[in-house]
């Protein structure tokens, strides 16, 4: 069994930061690419960014510059800084995590249960 724990949503507004967290555990040998993705209400799941096993790193356009995505390899944990917040940022934010289980076996996508993130006034 895989777990990712997402932590850190909660209320803010526009202009302000918060700092998401996901934390995988469980049966784990090694973890490749992780993302946090984005839902609003009535809206598609889309990526807002993305790392790889090598720290690579993708945006969104609508985020880049103001979201920064990072990896503590050790603690097989993710974060997403998100700063200067906009009221379109409000959606349930979802890491995703592409986990190899056992060695010579393939990578399984996982998901968070996810976490609210609500930007207002």
């Avoid at 990072?70 to 993710?78: E, G, H, I, L």
Wanted: aromatic share 8%; charged share 20%.
């Amino acid at each position: 069994q895989v777990q990712l724990v997402e932590s850190g949503g909660g209320l803010v507004q526009p202009g302000g930061s918060l700092r998401l967290s996901c934390a995988a555990s469980g049966s784990i040998f090694r973890i490749d690419d992780m993302g946090w993705y984005r839902q609003a209400p009535g809206k598609q799941r889309t990526l807002v960014a993305s790392i790889t096993s090598d720290g690579h790193s993708n945006y969104a356009d609508s985020v880049k510059g103001r979201f920064t995505i990072s990896r503590d390899y050790a603690k097989n944990t993710m974060y997403l800084q998100m700063n200067s917040l906009k009221l379109e940022d409000t959606a349930v934010y979802y890491c995703n995590a592409e986990v190899i289980r056992r060695v010579g076996s393939r990578a399984v996508s996982h998901w968070g249960q996810g976490t609210q993130v609500t930007v207002s006034s």
